[in-house]
């Protein structure tokens, strides 16, 4: 009929329009120019997919003659003012750390109207593809990956910078199965202040799951970095049940049961230690209550079992297709 036409024409031009922000898929080799350490530039092949953004779009991408593939992270180069200034944040920012636990930022140029960011590649998707896959990791699991994300807490607390975006959708497997954080985009300085106004705005385009509660009040003033330490404690509790403590249909009851810390632990056969309640329930408090990241990884929840070792955690994709 003409109404379902006129429903899928409009739907259409909603795609359309998103994809305009995106860049067109690469071409099958992308030219670095030459720079002050690679005086001859370089060729990069491009080779599969590995995801869409907000903004960007992600391919592997390969030097030839190297066996190392990288992630090559592709944006136009003009963009809206306001995502253009996300993008120079988060170049800025990633391009300063170096720690293990975090996606190595290579180098930047640009090519064909778009920037190219070459990153280290994270082959085995989200930690979100993989807790969604398994339906929530096992007790061991979630110290291996609760230590990781700490310690890169405390790395970037260390320089300053506040992420403010943790999510299991933004922290990347490696090919050993490691924890990498990515996506620096809503990240800030310390010292810069507090523009809570940008990250409630950009927020609210986002899942509110993560977002800590004093995020969205004014006037609280000096534990701005603690919010990551919020994130990390719903990250916790999504990893050892597959969801989010505060899930709710309306964003507004997501924040409304943050602030009255309204959650509960599933009652289902999965058994959860009393250790992984406590130190989850250790983070989900005010700010200035929440403990640091050296605190964090003292907890008995480390003691009272067996923690994995780098390389003990192996892709399982393919024996777990999604439902
Ligand atoms: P945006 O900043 O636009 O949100 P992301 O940084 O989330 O973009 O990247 C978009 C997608 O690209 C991710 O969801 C992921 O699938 C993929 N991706 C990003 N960085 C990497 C990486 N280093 N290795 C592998 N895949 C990546």
């Not at 778009?114 to 699991?141: A, F, H, I, Q, W």
């Not at 959650?263 to 640091?292: C, F, G």
Request: proline share 7%.
């Amino acid at each position: 009929t003409l109404e379902t036409a006129k429903v899928k024409a409009a739907l259409a031009s909603k795609v359309a329009q998103k994809d305009k922000e995106h860049p067109p898929p690469p071409p099958s080799q992308v030219y670095e120019p030459p720079s002050s350490d690679r005086k001859d530039g370089a060729v990069y092949q491009v080779g599969m997919m590995l995801g869409k953004g907000g903004f960007a779009v992600c391919y592997e991408g390969q030097l030839p003659g190297s066996k190392k593939k990288h992630a090559l992270k592709i944006v136009k180069s003009k963009m809206p003012s306001k995502m253009e200034q996300k993008f120079q944040t988060e170049l800025q920012i990633h391009s300063k750390m170096r720690q293990q636990n975090i996606v190595q930022f290579l180098r930047a140029f640009s090519y064909d109207r778009c920037t190219y960011l070459v990153l280290e590649l994270c082959p085995n998707g989200s930690l979100m593809d993989m807790v969604k896959r398994r339906k929530g990791l096992t007790e061991p699991e979630v110290r291996f990956y609760s230590v990781q994300i700490a310690g890169a807490i405390k790395y970037m607390h260390a320089k300053g910078i506040i992420h403010r975006d943790l999510k299991m959708g933004n922290i990347f497997l490696d090919k050993n199965m490691n924890a990498k954080i990515g996506d620096f985009g809503l990240a800030a300085l310390l010292v810069t202040g507090r523009d809570m106004q940008t990250i409630r705005r950009t927020t609210l385009c986002g899942t509110p799951n993560y977002i800590a509660p004093e995020i969205l009040e004014k006037g609280k003033k000096g534990h701005d970095h603690m919010v990551d330490i919020w994130s990390l404690g719903i990250i916790m509790f999504a990893m050892l049940t597959s969801k989010p403590p505060f899930q709710s249909s309306t964003t507004d009851e997501i924040y409304r049961r943050a602030r009255n810390r309204d959650y509960e632990w599933p009652k289902t056969d999965k058994y959860i230690s009393l250790e992984a309640k406590d130190i989850v329930a250790t983070m989900l408090v005010e700010a200035d209550q929440r403990p640091d990241p050296d605190v964090i990884v003292q907890h008995d929840f480390f003691l009272s079992g067996y923690v994995p070792l780098p390389g003990d955690i192996t892709p399982q994709f393919r024996d777990c297709p999604p439902d």
